[in-house]
């Protein structure tokens, strides 16, 4: 039997393989073909798990519950919470296993990024334990694609971006049809204004999942607001189902680049109402080291001004 894929939009050859086995082994062929394919065209199938451990099934439960909460478009500082209360709940059922160290460490990455739970630690407390839960992840499963993935985020937030695009190499080799980790990996391309190479990968990440999450439209906001292509920003960003609290900061910096005042004010109110308490000096400490392509930082403190984020 010969199997083929081919890219609907142009024809391409994708990938094919001849299988030659003896009639029996039909449906072990039929799964080959299978989870070929679903790495190929969407995120990877989880590896089969013992049948006999309860507890390693228990955790990878809960990490799917808190990964299903991360990507809902109504994600907020109290579902990070919750996503970080199913990741101990894994860690308890099976602390041999990578997942809830995977979910702990995207929780203080999500609290790094869009300044959650100051209250109870600063950026470089929240940096810190992220990267020792995404370390422990990468100890316990080397060849978990999500592990590096994590580790790359948060390189990527300490201003370490040879780290970061070191890492997330790593994680793509491991898992060259998740779209999610493409994705990922144009923050810090963006950050060093390598834009165009950041909408290649934008784009061949959309190409590998037809499902993907709307969070490719937000990235796609950000990259051509990058390209001071503010109405093609706008455009992008008005493609998801509904924009989520974290992404309405990226809305209201697209909305002042146009100069549409009252939009940009209302869509930045937002974003503080889960977020309360950021200004433009933290902006600025935030981004400094991190955000090096020249004239982006300066343009987006204006922007963020314009839409009205204090000064202190």
Not at 8 to 24: F, K, M, P, Q, V
Not at 32 to 56: F, N, W, Y
Not at 193 to 220: V, Y
Request: charged share 25%; aromatic share 8%.
């Amino acid at each position: 039997m010969t199997a083929q894929l081919l890219n609907a939009d142009d024809g391409s050859h994708l990938w094919a393989n001849t299988y030659n086995r003896e009639i029996g082994d039909l449906f072990v062929v039929q799964e080959e073909i299978i989870r070929t394919l679903a790495d190929r065209v969407g995120r990877r199938i989880q590896r089969p798990l013992p049948k006999s451990d309860a507890a390693q099934v228990s955790a990878l439960h809960y990490h799917l519950m808190a990964i299903a909460e991360m990507r809902s478009s109504a994600f907020t500082a109290a579902g990070n919470q919750l996503v970080r209360q199913l990741s101990l709940k894994a860690i308890e059922a099976d602390p041999n296993a990578q997942f809830g160290y995977i979910g702990l460490a995207w929780s203080y990455r999500h609290d790094v990024t869009f300044g959650w739970h100051e209250q109870e630690h600063n950026r470089d407390e929240a940096l810190k334990r992220g990267a020792e839960y995404a370390d422990k992840a990468i100890l316990l499963a080397p060849d978990d694609a999500e592990a590096h993935h994590i580790r790359a985020r948060i390189h990527t937030e300490a201003g370490e971006i040879e780290q970061a695009l070191a890492q997330f190499d790593q994680a793509i080799a491991l898992n060259p049809s998740n779209s999610s980790i493409l994705h990922g990996s144009t923050d810090p391309l963006l950050y060093v204004g390598r834009i165009d190479e950041a909408i290649d990968r934008i784009e061949q990440a959309k190409g590998i999942d037809p499902f993907h999450s709307d969070l490719l439209h937000w990235q796609m906001g950000w990259a051509l607001w990058e390209k001071n292509d503010c109405r093609a920003a706008l455009a992008a960003m008005r493609k998801m189902s509904r924009i989520p609290t974290g992404a309405h900061r990226m809305l209201a910096g697209i909305h002042a680049c146009l100069g549409n005042e009252r939009e940009a004010r209302e869509a930045l109110a937002v974003f503080l109402k889960d977020s309360p308490g950021q200004s433009i000096s933290k902006e600025r400490r935030k981004w400094e080291k991190i955000w090096t392509a020249p004239g982006s930082l300066e343009r987006w403190i204006k922007d963020m001004r314009f839409a009205g984020l204090p000064e202190e």
